[in-house]
Nanobody, 119 residues
């Protein structure tokens, strides 16, 4: 079993910054992909930024140049540095990881962390 624990959300003013963290733990053999999605009220969950491989990343167009994803492989942790935040960034941010365990591979989600950007 794999657990993802997120932290770092909160309330910030427009133009401010936040840093999210997501730590994976459990019976992990290999993390194949890991990153962040978000879901705003009344909207579908959308990709924000993910590592699709060892060095490959994918960002939503709406966050390019403002958000940066990084990782600490030794800690099975990914971070999302969010700068120049806008009210439209307000959402619940979810960590996602595609993990290979000893017996299988699958996708796992964290519980989500709220990010609210006030205007």
């Amino acid at each position: 079993q794999v657990q993802l624990v997120e932290s770092g959300g909160g309330l910030v003013q427009t133009g401010g910054s936040l840093r999210l963290s997501c730590a994976a733990s459990g019976s992990i053999f290999k993390i194949n992909a890991m990153g962040w999605y978000r879901q705003a009220p009344g909207k579908q969950r959308e990709l924000v930024a993910v590592f699709t491989g060892a060095l490959s990343t994918n960002y939503a167009d709406s966050v390019k140049g403002r958000f940066t994803i990084s990782r600490d492989n030794a800690k099975n942790t990914v971070y999302l540095q969010m700068n120049s935040l806008k009210p439209e960034d307000t959402a619940v941010y979810y960590c996602n990881a595609h993990v290979t365990t000893r017996g299988s591979s699958g996708a796992y989600w964290g519980q989500g962390t709220q990010v609210t950007v006030s205007s």
